[in-house]
């Protein structure tokens, strides 16, 4: 069983800055490409950020020079860190990540954290 778990999620007013943690716990044997995504009300969900097991990181143009995401091999854990943070970033973000377990090798979702940016 693998679990996602993120936190880091609230309110802030535009201009301000959050960061997202998200943990991966289970029955992990090895971790690829983890990554954020993020759903609007009335909107697709998108790709926010994803970074690779080298470390190599791709960015939605909407957030690039805003946000950055990191990992820590060594905790199974992803963060995006978010500043200047705007109205339109206001979403339900999920973490992603692509594990290979004892048995199976998938994608894997947390349960999401609510961003909320007023302005």
């Known amino acids: 069983q693998v679990q996602l778990v993120e936190s880091g999620g609230g309110l802030v007013q535009a201009g301000g800055s959050l960061r997202l943690s998200c943990v991966a716990s289970g029955d992990i044997f090895s971790i690829n490409a983890m990554g954020w995504y993020r759903r609007a009300p009335g909107k697709a969900r998108e790709l926010v950020a994803v970074?690779?097991?080298?470390?190599?990181?791709n960015y939605a143009d909407s957030v690039k020079g805003r946000f950055t995401i990191s990992r820590d091999n060594t905790k199974n854990t992803v963060s995006l860190q978010m500043n200047s943070l705007k109205p339109e970033d206001t979403a339900v973000y999920y973490c992603?990540?692509?594990?290979?377990?004892?048995?199976?090798?998938?994608?894997?979702w947390g349960q999401g954290t609510q961003v909320t940016v007023s302005s």
């Open positions: 970074i690779t097991g080298g470390g190599s990181t």
């Open positions: 992603n990540a692509d594990i290979r377990s004892n048995m199976h090798r998938g994608a894997y």
